[in-house]
């Protein structure tokens, strides 16, 4: 049996991952949904100093706390900029990378770098009346859903600093969401397509790949074990 570390992804919580998570342990495996700093279950924390390397931090911290030493880390959306991050810290423990419809950063880019002028000016224009803290991107209304709040500007503005531990992971995996538009993600699907360290999968659907797609994701995440 393998061990799972499922992070979510920006505005959101662990919630997303409420069904995968059922059916991984129901299969007999060890999971650890990372709640993180300022989001979720932990929005009451919520404040403009958090940035991606807090993140990171709460993930590796979460991760020692659990006691797993080796793992599966999958990340979805802005999660990929999380586990990017972890894997620069903890590597050489991991034994499969999954970016699910995620950012997946180079050295040195931050989310602000590998998005374009509509995230750009959504960033910037609705953290304008609670400076540093972004409203759901596309709709102000989800913030009328107590499960959603805003998120930290700091995170999306800090690079990730790769260390060359990320190199030992032995297993990449990116899932594709081909079903909307429009979708900031198929510059990573063409930068992993043909590698021999991806497996690429494309699914339809939408971003929400656990709530869209469950089956599949299911059975991507279980080949990983």
Not at 30 to 55: C, E, F, M, W, Y
Not at 95 to 108: E, N, S, T, V
Not at 135 to 143: N, Q, R, S
Request: with cysteine; net charge negative; proline share 6%.
């Amino acid at each position: 049996m393998a061990n799972y570390v499922l992070v979510h992804g920006a505005w959101g919580g662990g919630w997303a991952y409420d069904r995968l998570a059922r059916e991984l342990r129901g299969a007999g495996h060890k999971l650890l949904v990372a709640q993180l700093a300022g989001l979720g279950t932990r929005k009451d924390g919520l404040n403009p100093a958090i940035d991606l390397s807090t993140h990171v931090r709460d993930v590796v911290g979460q991760i020692e706390a659990e006691g797993f030493d080796r793992f599966v880390l999958c990340g979805h959306s802005y999660g990929g900029m999380v586990i990017t991050g972890v894997a620069a810290r903890l590597g050489a423990r991991i034994d499969a990378l999954c970016y699910i419809d995620a950012f997946l950063p180079a050295h040195g880019e931050s989310l602000w770098d590998i998005t374009g002028d509509f995230e750009h000016r959504w960033y910037i224009d609705t953290q304008k009346d609670t400076p540093g803290l972004v409203a759901p991107i596309g709709g102000v209304e989800l913030l009328q859903n107590p499960r959603f709040g805003r998120h930290p500007l700091l995170t999306l503005l800090e690079p990730v600093r790769l260390t060359g531990e990320e190199a030992k992971v032995p297993r990449h995996t990116y899932i594709f969401a081909s079903g909307w538009q429009p979708t900031p993600f198929p510059r990573f699907r063409d930068k992993v397509k043909g590698d021999p360290k991806w497996q690429l999968h494309e699914v339809g659907g939408g971003h929400d790949v656990m709530a869209d797609q469950p089956e599949k994701l299911l059975e991507i995440v279980l080949g990983l074990a």
